[in-house]
């Protein structure tokens, strides 16, 4: 491989990658409205993630820096869905069930993680596929498998931990709100 530019590194973009990825982007409107913390609200970017996964994963390279990549970004999504979920408000509802608002922190946090996979695959498939080849040849990046691989990983994470974290917030949220309410007792 040193030496050469491999000949698949970058796919050009169909109207799917575009559909998908704007879902991606969308998923911040629900955010900033604001809502309770529900299941279905939960399952919604976790079933959009796992579509995403299932149509482009078709393997997992494990040569070179492959896995490497996969870490990487997978712990800079988690890191970004970690960042969104502290930086998101959530207050306890009457009902007992915590209502999450993001901010214009959380909300950028958010556009930043899924527009910027979606402006790399882009500059790949629009004139950057020279740049992106070369730096995957110097780095041991072996195709664009390993790109797509790691860029899906790096929304689970993204998607997960901020799941994960708000869910864990609001478990604390209602737990304190639950000890601050007026025990009513009948006569």
Known sequence: MPGRLPSAIVLAMTIIDYLVSTALVLLVIPQI????????????????????????LHGIPTQGNDVLLDVLLAALGVAIGT??????????????????????AAAILWVL?????????????????????????????TSHEAWTVALILMALGEVV???????????????????????????
């Open 33 to 56: 409205r604001g809502d309770r913390l529900t299941m279905a609200n939960a399952v919604r970017p976790v079933v959009l993630v796992a579509a995403a996964a299932a149509y482009y």
């Open 83 to 104: 960042s969104c979920a502290l930086t998101t408000r959530l207050t306890a509802g009457a009902d007992g069930v915590p209502f999450a608002k993001a901010g214009v």
């Open 113 to 141: 993680g899924m527009a910027g996979r979606f402006a790399f695959v882009y500059y790949s498939s629009h004139g950057g596929a020279h740049s992106v080849a070369t730096f995957s040849i110097n780095h041991q990046i």
């Open 161 to 187: 931990s901020r799941l994960t974290t708000i869910r864990i917030r609001g478990r604390m949220v209602t737990a304190a709100a639950s000890r601050t309410l007026p025990v009513v007792r009948r006569a």
